[in-house]
């Protein structure tokens, strides 16, 4: 029920259907003759827009969830590395059986690259279909073909294609590989959701090193006015909003302990 009910909130809730929506009602409102609920709509919607859009708010609001966990040295030994999906255009893949990457595929990316480094470890790709109503390919159906091609084999692989969030992630992927007491474990995903992610693993015992990957701010944005193209700002706005909600929900259903988890 919860992830429904994430979906359906989120779908209403994200700053360009929100904007619609408002439109849409002020819409309706003109043709009933209430002007002022007109004017009161559009002018909301414009404002969620121009501030979304034309500001860096949302990069300012991501510094914080990015900076959160710093990337520590690199360790010695590394029993595995989980990798949380949400790199791939899971649509295209799945009409076109190849392996394009979205604004958030450095996770997989970086996964190649650890991957490298430590050739003893496990590679975890923790990623279902994670959508409603719009067919796609999850991330760890995908995933093989690009690790493959990128030089990792296939042995190497353990797949965990159910999850649809990142609750789900932590308590699948344990399942899968049953940690042991004393190994290392690399937990890869985007830095601004890494807060989230490691709270998560932490309350399903699975223990993990944090490895953030896709950056989308550099730390020193501030508040300002066209500090960025409207639709990278927009994008910030969205996944900032989204994943500060995030937070708060999990933490207020207990499925986390605390708003805003640290190391």
Known sequence: MFFYLSKIFWFFAQPLNFAILLLAFGLAASFLG??????TASFLAFLILAIAAWTSLGAALLTPLEERYPRPAAPDN????????GGFEGAINLARGGYELNSGGDRFVETAVLARRYPQ??????GGTGTL???GEGDADTAPRLLEALGVSRDRLILENRSRNTYENALYSKQL???????TWLLV??????????ALFAKAGFAVVAWPVDYRTSGQEGIGLFAD?????????????????GLLAYWLSGRIDEPFPGP
């Open 34 to 39: 209430r002007r002022r609920l007109l004017r």
């Open 78 to 85: 590394v029993a595995g590395i989980v990798v949380l999906g």
């Open 121 to 126: 470890a496990k590679i975890v790709v923790s």
């Open 133 to 135: 109503v719009l067919d």
């Open 177 to 183: 590989v049953s940690p042991k007491p004393g190994e």
């Open 189 to 198: 995903t985007s830095a601004f959701h890494m807060p989230r992610s490691m």
């Open 229 to 245: 193209n409207p639709a990278d700002s927009l994008q910030n706005t969205t996944m900032v909003l989204r994943e500060w909600t």
